[in-house]
């Protein structure tokens, strides 16, 4: 595609990578197809192709972002379906991510989107703040009508939604105590970092205790960052890079001081939402001169839990009862970190029958907070890919990603659980919460 950008514009470090990215696009439209939102809607402007050039004309020209406009790119997902299935190799999270911060630089959304905005980028990022919401929620959970039927009561109908589904994936399950844990092998030999993050922990903190048991079976020494916490994943993915940035170099300065007391083999992230933009700290921080190596280094570091364990080998099995396991591939982990067939392989050494859902390309929906931002097309997609998996008829849905468990959780018949759980389960932990 050719562009006019001037040199003025492609100063702009975010600008260029966009522009490099958009001159890269043969116009082929063999991504429109593989697209979640062109399934749906059937509109160009829908597609990755009619993205591209609503934002190469948004920046070329500098205009100002118009209604429409925002609404063809809010609808994105950011799933990266586009990425892998594009010949050219278009890198078209450049182009998105410079679209999505020019939109919030220059555009003024309806003061609604603007209140539940900015309160998902004050209240999930952070932990305490989180399970206060949710505590309030619950005490709300009586005037859930009349919540949810006022427009500017849609933060607190977020809050409530997120308590259900908090509830759904067993929250309470997490103080089982491990007694029926086969024991822990004695001897570490791996320091190995675990990413906290934010979510995750409080929807289901079972998922990092799982994950923890597992590793500390595979001979690895669990090292936690203080002051850890969210990878900016959030509010990078509604354009607002200042603080975007400003959790990534949090996190860089936590995960540095650990790598100053001692090497890392790995940070392992079990929120799979999480790893792209980790893994992309680097490339995020490339022009701070305080960061960019630090930043570099962790980025390097980081991987999904599947990876480290194919990498070190899952613990020996202790056997489980006949387990049929349905497999959602997040688009976090397929597309966005390109890693497609580890999990279910995993599970499957693991003494698991794992079953792979039709169109498992296609996203659940959930995409970070797009099933609370655009709730239509995320129902759409969530009800899509729970009755594929139910099609499956499996006794359980494992995925990697505490978003997509979430999302599958509200609309499938069957237990959602994380891969870290069942392969816990596997080599002597507790059965997953929520499996009958
Ligand atoms: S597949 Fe790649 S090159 Fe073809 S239209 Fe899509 S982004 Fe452009
Ligand atoms: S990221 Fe996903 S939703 Fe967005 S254009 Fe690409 S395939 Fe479509």
Redesign the pocket.
Known sequence: MQTKFDTAQLADPGTAAAAGAIR?????????ATCPTYVLLGNELDS??GR?YLIKEMLENGALPSAPVVKHLDRCLSCLA?ET????G?S?RRIIDKGRAYVQEHYRRPFADRALRAMLTWVLPHRRRFRGALMLATLAEPLAGWIERIPAMRPLATLLNLNRAAKLLGREGSTRRGADCAPMRPAAVLRVGLAAGCVEPVLNPEIQQACVRLLQRAGCEIIRAKSEGCCGALSHHMGRDAEALELARANVDAWYRQLEAGPLAAIVVTASGCGPVIRDYGYMLRDDPRYAAKAARVAALACDLSELLERIGVPPTVGVPRTVVGYHAACSLQHGQRIVVTPSRLLADAGFEVREPKEAHLCCGSAGVYNILQPDIAAQLGARKAQALDALDADVIATGNIGCMVQIGAASRVPVVHIAQLLDWATGGPKPAGMS
């Open positions: 890269g696009c043969v116009h082929c439209g063999f991504c429109t990755p192709r591209i586009c299935h594009c010949p050219s278009v078209y």
